[in-house]
């Protein structure tokens, strides 16, 4: 059955493919993100272009967000399937740099509140529904904290955590919450990574399997497999090795380099 699906972030990235291929398969979407034409020149591209809603939103802005919520739900007749909330800021950070005070705080707000803010509108619609799923893009950054990536790394740990707590507050609403951390995918946001970048996948293959996870329900994945296994590692690493090397590993560029 054709679902209707809500995604944030949808002008590049992860969020573009999951809007592609959930496009392909026969759903009706609600896209949100900043770039209106790049938004539209999507929804253009996708079969049943006319089905299709879009909303020239920046996350951080909560009444947009909301009213675009609230048209899309409308248009669906109160049943919204998935919402994926996948806009994000990823970009290096340092504490000793003043100046990237207001850049932890663009992290923040996008990557942990606007998920918030996206999630707000749906679940009475969902728990009147019946049930639906929510979606909350993650990162194995978020697993240990990365040395020059403090904003970056912080606010996907409190996205699973987030996640974690909204989990068990639905459960008996029927609605699901999925949480999808993403190891490296090829997209604009991973192009000026100057380090190499392991078990790198394709945006629309990470797209196919994220998608897969959500249809089973899955509290929480990491994409691809490989990373999950890292990923379990890092966990378990006591403090002292994990240090030794993190200290000396390559950091992500801040704004402007």
Not at 12 to 26: D, I, P
Not at 179 to 191: D, F, K, L, N, W
Not at 226 to 243: E, F, K, S
Request: with cysteine; glycine share 12%.
């Amino acid at each position: 059955m054709p679902q209707h699906v809500f995604i944030t972030g949808a002008t590049s990235g992860l969020g573009k493919a999951l809007a592609e291929h959930y496009g392909r398969q026969g759903a009706t979407l609600g896209l949100v993100g900043r770039r209106g034409e790049r938004l539209r020149a999507l929804v253009e591209s996708l079969p049943n272009a006319d089905v299709h809603a879009c909303y020239g939103v920046d996350v951080r802005d909560r009444a947009a967000l909301h009213a675009a919520a609230h048209d899309f739900i409308g248009r669906s007749g109160g049943r919204v399937d998935v919402v994926i909330a996948c806009a994000g800021i990823s970009v290096g950070t340092l504490t000793d740099h003043p100046e990237d005070h207001d850049v932890f705080d663009a992290v923040m707000q996008t990557n942990v509140m606007a998920m918030v803010a996206t999630f707000e509108p749906f679940v009475g619609a969902m728990r009147d529904a019946g049930g639906g799923r929510l979606v909350g893009i993650s990162s194995v950054a978020g697993v240990r904290g990365l040395p020059g990536g403090g904003a970056y790394s912080a606010s996907k740990a409190a996205v699973t955590t987030y996640c974690e707590s909204l989990r068990n507050e639905l459960s008996r609403d029927g609605i699901s919450v999925v949480t999808i951390a993403p190891g490296y995918v090829r997209t604009e946001m991973t192009a000026h990574n100057p380090y190499k970048m392991p078990f790198l996948m394709e945006a629309d293959e990470f797209a196919r399997r994220a998608a897969n996870a959500i249809a089973r329900g899955v509290s929480y994945t990491v994409i691809p497999w490989q990373m999950g296994i890292v990923a379990r590692l890092m966990r378990v690493l006591p403090n002292a090795i994990y240090d030794r090397l993190a200290r000396n590993a390559p950091r992500k560029p801040r704004k402007g380099e």
